[in-house]
């Protein structure tokens, strides 16, 4: 019966409610991602600055996400930090609304390496029925050498499975899937 509860809770756990390439294009694209948390705005909120409790390593520089943070302030980094006294900045931050949203400016993980620049966005609001509806949305543009198109679907992914883990974590206290 345990193992039965247990199953079920991971099925009920914060999955993305939609994930989209909104449009992708040669010299860009838009993603979109949203999911409804079991959890009050204010708890959302402060589960998402703590990223390197929730952001998979495997999509960090130092394969450990404990070695992420935001500053949540304008100006802000999301940054990483590298072995040896090395960091790396992966966004700066542009807005902050606690509770409601926090904005980010910069080119994730390999897009860095093209020429490209971004915004990401992550508005939370109450949501029907209880809850925190939680939208991530990330624009990029710029020269990419393969295409916005090519990077739209893979970019998508990443972030669909990094918004689960953060969903996961809120409500189940693991990011874990298993």
């Excluded at 991971?10 to 989209?20: I, K, M």
């Excluded at 949540?72 to 606690?98: I, N, R, S």
């Excluded at 990443?158 to 883990?165: H, I, K, N, P, T």
């Amino acid at each position: 019966m345990r193992a039965v509860l247990a199953g079920l809770a991971l099925l009920c756990a914060a999955q993305p409610a939609a994930a989209a390439v909104k449009s992708a294009a040669p010299q860009g694209f838009e993603v979109v991602e949203t999911a409804t948390i079991r959890a009050a705005p204010h708890e959302a909120y402060a589960a998402l600055l703590a990223i390197g409790k929730w952001w998979d390593g495997e999509h960090t520089f130092s394969h450990s996400a404990a070695n992420l943070e935001i500053a949540a302030t304008v100006g802000g980094c999301w940054c990483e930090h590298l072995k040896d006294g090395g960091m790396a900045q992966h966004m700066t931050v542009t807005m902050v609304m606690p509770d409601r949203l926090i904005e980010f400016h910069g080119a994730l993980g390999p897009l860095r390496f093209e020429g490209v620049d971004g915004s990401m966005s992550w508005a939370l609001k109450p949501a029907e029925g209880g809850g925190t509806l939680v939208t991530l949305n990330y624009v990029v543009g710029g020269y990419f050498r393969a295409g916005g198109e090519h990077w739209a679907p893979l970019v998508d992914k990443v972030l669909g499975e990094q918004l689960a883990r953060y969903g996961r974590l809120v409500e189940t206290g693991s990011p874990s899937s298993g």
